[in-house]
């Protein structure tokens, strides 16, 4: 099983940012997935999830309407587009199934400063 996370970058508040997951080593349409968070300093929390279907929820309500979540089953491959970024937005970001049960990847690393 690998997650492999990547678009992370430095990025001005206001601007935008794709985040990529690839999964492998699971039947990765199977399941529903989600997007997790780590802000520096603070525990682990979730963002959102997709369904094997495509049907999206944000759980955390500080990115309501701001960020969304998509996948490619086709491409093994989980999106999180985010918008309107803030700085606390700063965190790294990772996916998983729906409830972590899979070993973490690395995370990709957000930053948002002027």
């Known amino acids: 099983v690998q997650l492999v996370e990547s678009g992370g970058d430095l990025v001005q508040p206001g601007g935008s940012l794709r985040l990529s997951c690839a999964a492998s080593g699971f039947t990765f349409s199977r399941f529903d997935m989600s997007w997790f968070r780590q802000p520096p300093g603070k525990e682990r929390e979730l963002v959102g999830f997709?369904?094997?279907?495509?049907?999206?929820?944000i759980i955390l309500d500080s990115v309501k309407g701001r960020f969304t979540i998509s996948r490619d089953n086709a491409k093994n491959t989980v999106f999180l587009q985010m918008n309107s970024l803030k700085s606390d937005d700063t965190a790294v970001y990772y996916c998983?199934?729906?409830?972590?049960?899979?070993?973490w990847g690395q995370g990709t690393q957000v930053t948002v400063s002027p």
């Open positions: 998983n199934t729906r409830w972590g049960a899979r070993p």
């Open positions: 997709v369904t094997k279907a495509g049907d999206s929820t």
